[in-house]
């Protein structure tokens, strides 16, 4: 008889943690914050809409993984008339860096790599790197010296790599990379990642490889070593190791055409106001429509609110989440370590950190963890409090930040327990 209650009160305590790992519905009181409080975050986002500073956003808070705040304001489609909805889906753009960083570590754990390896191990036209020296805006040629090292893995996560970004970048590298028609792979959807990285490597390095933290396509580079070494392309790997574990189920490069309705438009900000994004220089924004072959490292996932508080979440687990144990605690330790010393970034494996060089700045705790996206969508972590907050937008330029400041102190504010 007491076995028996042993076994059950065992079987409870384990069916108890599980659903703890899930994400549910709480009310803020539960969780030590306060109704009240969160309440001025619709005052911020109201503001927001009717001042035309965004047709439409969404927020979602989660504290003790209880999503107890999760809303929507104004519209995703101007032109339709049609309201945000809790369950939209939003290009993320570079939020993809910290999925592909996790598959990264994955293979670490499995002993498929090490972070100090040289990438050309991998990816052998990476080998013998060269550093720009001079170069000629008349015709984008330029010379070139040998670089000091080969570049690691770690600095690929780190973007201390030397890589530039094609675009966004330097004017140099913008013209070496769109000669060389190195993109970030949006506006090529029907195109494959390796051939693409395989160039990239063949071209000079901005500078010396852990010199200097420069955001770049070095995480795009990692999605293609993700590729070699796991057998699979990056897409099937995110579905099956990560998306599938995570019940992420509305996260995708290429979007479903049954949920093609689901995602937002992207509007640019004008003088005369909102414009629905067209195309300029072959980029369109409808590329989560296609039925497409390019999966970027650095960027071109979509994903709801819901879906990605799931993926963080598993990350104030210490790695568990849905039951599944997809990174172990010491991992997770290290991703959210400052990689980058005294450099201007403070940067772990996958995301920039709050440390004691730039902690001044905000209210988040020591340790957490953050970025955003190109298409102004913004995610932060913060273990201590074991608080996540998201503000998603689907606007270009990624203008009036000081939503998403503002929102961060509201949240924070919110905390009384």
Do not use: C
């Given at each position: 008889?007491?076995?028996?209650?042993?076994?059950?009160?065992?079987?409870?305590?384990?069916?108890?943690?599980?659903?703890?790992?899930?994400?549910?519905?709480?009310?803020?009181?539960?969780?030590?914050?306060?109704?009240?409080?969160?309440?001025?975050?619709?005052?911020?986002?109201?503001?927001?809409?009717?001042?035309?500073?965004?047709?439409?956003?969404?927020?979602?808070?989660?504290?003790?993984?209880?999503?107890?705040?999760?809303?929507?304001?104004?519209?995703?489609?101007?032109?339709?008339?049609?309201?945000?909805?809790?369950?939209?889906?939003?290009?993320?753009?570079?939020?993809?860096?910290?999925?592909?960083?996790?598959?990264?570590?994955?293979?670490?754990?499995?002993?498929?790599?090490?972070?100090?390896?040289?990438?050309?191990?991998?990816?052998?036209?990476?080998?013998?790197?060269?550093?720009?020296?001079?170069?000629?805006?008349?015709?984008?040629?330029?010379?070139?010296?040998?670089?000091?090292?080969?570049?690691?893995?770690?600095?690929?996560?780190?973007?201390?790599?030397?890589?530039?970004?094609?675009?966004?970048?330097?004017?140099?590298?913008?013209?070496?990379?769109?000669?060389?028609?190195?993109?970030?792979?949006?506006?090529?959807?029907?195109?494959?990642?390796?051939?693409?990285?395989?160039?990239?490597?063949?071209?000079?390095?901005?500078?010396?490889?852990?010199?200097?933290?420069?955001?770049?396509?070095?995480?795009?580079?990692?999605?293609?070593?993700?590729?070699?070494?796991?057998?699979?392309?990056?897409?099937?790997?995110?579905?099956?190791?990560?998306?599938?574990?995570?019940?992420?189920?509305?996260?995708?490069?290429?979007?479903?055409?049954?949920?093609?309705?689901?995602?937002?438009?992207?509007?640019?900000?004008?003088?005369?106001?909102?414009?629905?994004?067209?195309?300029?220089?072959?980029?369109?924004?409808?590329?989560?429509?296609?039925?497409?072959?390019?999966?970027?490292?650095?960027?071109?996932?979509?994903?709801?609110?819901?879906?990605?508080?799931?993926?963080?979440?598993?990350?104030?687990?210490?790695?568990?989440?849905?039951?599944?144990?997809?990174?172990?605690?010491?991992?997770?330790?290290?991703?959210?370590?400052?990689?980058?010393?005294?450099?201007?970034?403070?940067?772990?494996?996958?995301?920039?950190?709050?440390?004691?060089?730039?902690?001044?700045?905000?209210?988040?705790?020591?340790?957490?963890?953050?970025?955003?996206?190109?298409?102004?969508?913004?995610?932060?972590?913060?273990?201590?409090?074991?608080?996540?907050?998201i503000l998603y937008k689907q606007i270009l330029p990624n203008a009036h930040n000081d939503t998403a400041e503002k929102f961060q102190s509201l949240v924070y504010s919110a905390i009384v327990d």
């Amino acid at each position: 008889m007491k076995r028996s209650a042993s076994l059950l009160l065992l079987s409870f305590l384990i069916s108890s943690s599980m659903l703890a790992q899930k994400l549910v519905q709480g009310k803020p009181e539960d969780v030590g914050l306060s109704s009240e409080r969160l309440a001025k975050i619709d005052n911020l986002m109201n503001e927001g809409v009717a001042n035309k500073w965004f047709p439409g956003a969404g927020v979602l808070v989660v504290r003790n993984g209880k999503v107890v705040f999760h809303k929507t304001y104004g519209v995703s489609d101007l032109e339709k008339k049609s309201a945000f909805k809790k369950d939209d889906i939003f290009r993320i753009a570079s939020q993809t860096k910290a999925i592909t960083s996790t598959a990264v570590m994955m293979l670490y754990e499995e002993g498929k790599l090490l972070l100090d390896d040289r990438v050309s191990k991998y990816i052998p036209e990476f080998k013998n790197p060269m550093v720009l020296d001079k170069f000629n805006a008349a015709d984008s040629s330029y010379t070139s010296h040998p670089a000091k090292s080969e570049i690691t893995i770690r600095q690929l996560l780190t973007h201390t790599s030397g890589i530039d970004y094609a675009t966004i970048g330097s004017d140099e590298f913008t013209a070496i990379y769109a000669k060389a028609k190195i993109t970030a792979g949006l506006d090529k959807p029907l195109e494959k990642l390796g051939p693409t990285m395989q160039a990239l490597g063949k071209l000079p390095l901005k500078t010396d490889p852990g010199e200097k933290f420069i955001y770049s396509l070095s995480i795009d580079v990692l999605g293609y070593l993700v590729e070699v070494v796991s057998g699979m392309s990056l897409d099937e790997f995110f579905h099956k190791r990560i998306f599938e574990p995570l019940t992420m189920t509305d996260t995708y490069f290429y979007i479903p055409r049954e949920k093609h309705s689901r995602l937002v438009p992207v509007y640019v900000e004008e003088k005369e106001g909102f414009k629905k994004f067209g195309t300029a220089t072959g980029f369109s924004a409808d590329y989560p429509l296609a039925a497409g072959t390019y999966f970027g490292g650095g960027g071109g996932l979509s994903s709801t609110m819901e879906d990605y508080a799931k993926f963080l979440q598993m990350f104030l687990n210490g790695g568990r989440f849905n039951g599944k144990q997809l990174l172990g605690r010491k991992t997770i330790e290290l991703m959210l370590t400052n990689q980058t010393g005294e450099m201007e970034m403070q940067f772990g494996l996958g995301f920039e950190l709050e440390t004691p060089k730039n902690d001044y700045q905000s209210p988040k705790s020591l340790g957490s963890f953050s970025w955003g996206g190109a298409f102004s969508t913004m995610y932060w972590a913060d273990p201590k409090e074991k608080l996540i907050g998201i503000l998603y937008k689907q606007i270009l330029p990624n203008a009036h930040n000081d939503t998403a400041e503002k929102f961060q102190s509201l949240v924070y504010s919110a905390i009384v327990d």
